[in-house]
């Protein structure tokens, strides 16, 4: 996942199936109760989260969203079972 289409210059972003992780935080705004967790993985190598430092990443962190990290384990066991 790219951070913004001007990552990678080479690239023909709208031949990209998802959006970026900053139109991503656009449509999503800060997390407020009831919404869902929601963890930004499978990053591109020169996408700016990578640095937990970065102004980037703590945009993501402050509008309440999180950025996996190499290690993270999901539960899966308690997600919702389907009908």
Known sequence: TFW??????H?????VP????EETLERLGERRDGDPRVVFIHLNHTNPLHDLQS??????????WEIGVEGMVFDLSSAPQSS
Request: aromatic content about 0%; proline content about 4%.
């Open 55 to 64: 102004d980037e990443a703590k945009k993501v962190i402050s509008c309440g």
């Open 11 to 15: 690239r023909q972003q709208d031949l």
């Open 4 to 9: 913004s289409s001007d990552e990678l210059s």
């Open 18 to 21: 998802h959006p970026t992780v």
